[in-house]
């Protein structure tokens, strides 16, 4: 069965830093581009970050430039987002997602994580 | 940035009723589009992409049309399991900044 599976959220202090890491199963993790995407609470969604299979390649949503940086392991099949300088407004539900189509990085997501909630509050 | 609007915000429908929600993009995405529906407490699951292409496992009822900056998802006869949030999804932009739009819930009238 393909899975993800979302770690690491939690309560941290405006400034904080806080990892998640997304632990995937089922398929061929380093074939696949992959994404988080974050919903705050009661709100939509947004797309925060990218990254190709290989890893060589990153993304990045303007609210979260320069403080945010996504990574992979694809030899643990886990893929990363540390967060750095943290906001009130990144309070939200994060997930992990999976591109469709296997090395392109754009396209809709077929695979979802459960989702890691991170609270940024003092 | 393409911002994505979606129509309308809520929409009621009795079960067994067709269902039409639409997305509008501020710009083309041709056909890089892409419908979830998200229910209280899941996370989002693909139902469309490439703004007409159902994903695995998703039943007929549910189809997407459209190109450029007007798509459409259709449920034909809804389901007591249709009812939740829907969202479209542009993934046209290189470098990736993918958007979504703001959602439409559709309720049971």
């Known amino acids: 069965e393909v899975q993800l599976l979302e770690s690491g959220g939690g309560l941290v202090q405006p400034g904080g830093s806080l990892r998640l890491s997304c632990a995937a199963s089922?398929?061929?993790?380093?074939?696949?581009?992959m994404s988080w995407v974050r919903q705050a609470p009661g709100k939509g969604l947004e797309w925060v970050s990218a990254?190709?299979?290989?890893?060589?390649?990153?993304y990045y949503a303007d609210s979260v430039k320069g403080r945010f940086t996504i990574s992979r392991d694809n030899s643990k099949n886990t893929l990363y987002l540390q967060m750095n300088s943290l906001r009130a407004e990144d309070t939200a539900v994060y997930y992990c997602?999976?591109?469709?189509?296997?090395?392109?990085?754009?396209?809709?997501?077929?695979?979802w994580g459960q989702g890691t909630m991170v609270t940024v509050s003092s | 940035e393409i911002v994505m609007t979606q129509s309308p915000a809520t929409l009621s429908v009795s079960p067994g009723e067709r269902a039409t929600l639409s997305c509008r993009a501020s710009?083309?995405?041709?056909?890089?589009l892409a419908w979830y529906q998200q229910k209280p407490g899941q996370a989002p699951r693909l139902l469309i992409y490439?703004?007409?292409t159902r994903a695995t496992g998703i039943p007929a009822r549910f189809s997407g049309s459209g190109s450029g900056t007007e798509f459409t998802l259709t449920i034909s006869s809804l389901q007591s399991e249709d009812f939740a949030v829907y969202y479209c999804?542009?993934?046209?932009?290189?470098?990736?900044?993918?958007?979504f739009g703001q959602g439409t819930k559709l309720e049971i009238k």
């Open positions: 710009q083309s995405v041709s056909s890089n």
């Open positions: 089922g398929f061929t993790f380093s074939s696949y581009a």
């Open positions: 490439g703004a007409s």
């Open positions: 999804q542009q993934y046209n932009n290189w470098p990736p900044k993918d958007t």
């Open positions: 997602a999976k591109r469709i189509q296997g090395v392109i990085i754009t396209g809709a997501f077929d695979i």
């Open positions: 990254i190709s299979g290989s890893g060589g390649s990153t």
